[in-house]
Nanobody
């Protein structure tokens, strides 16, 4: 069982940066595939980035490549998402997620553990 708690969201202007944190309790986040998803109003939840437990392979959706960086601090049991050069279209509720089983990294349906979400709003 893993409990995930996100923090770090807020209101920023286009071009600004934000860092989201996802603290894991009752489990070791390094033993899981850990990911960030986001959901904008009226849209489906979409994959943003993931880090695999084996070798730490990184995955990003095309729209955030070069702007967002996912990282994991195993000692602190925390997952991060550094977001730079933010755009208004990045506005969404951001969720961290984790799972222990194999499956499609980019599919929300394969993740078992979810945080409560944190709002990111980017104004133009």
């Amino acid at each position: 069982q893993v409990t995930l708690v996100e923090s770090g969201g807020g209101l920023v202007q286009a071009g600004d940066s934000l860092r989201l944190d996802c603290a894991a309790s009752e489990g070791t986040i390094s033993a899981y595939v850990s990911a960030w998803f986001r959901q904008a109003p009226g849209k489906e939840r979409e994959f943003v980035a993931a880090v695999a437990w084996t070798g730490g392979a990184l995955f990003y959706t095309d729209t955030v490549k070069g702007r967002f960086t996912i990282a994991r601090d195993n000692a602190k049991n925390t997952l991060y998402l550094q977001m730079d050069s933010l755009k208004p279209e990045d506005t969404a509720v951001y969720y961290c997620a984790a799972r222990t089983t194999p499956g499609a990294v980019r599919s929300a349906a394969t993740y078992v553990y979810w945080g409560q979400g944190t709002q990111v709003t980017v104004s133009s």
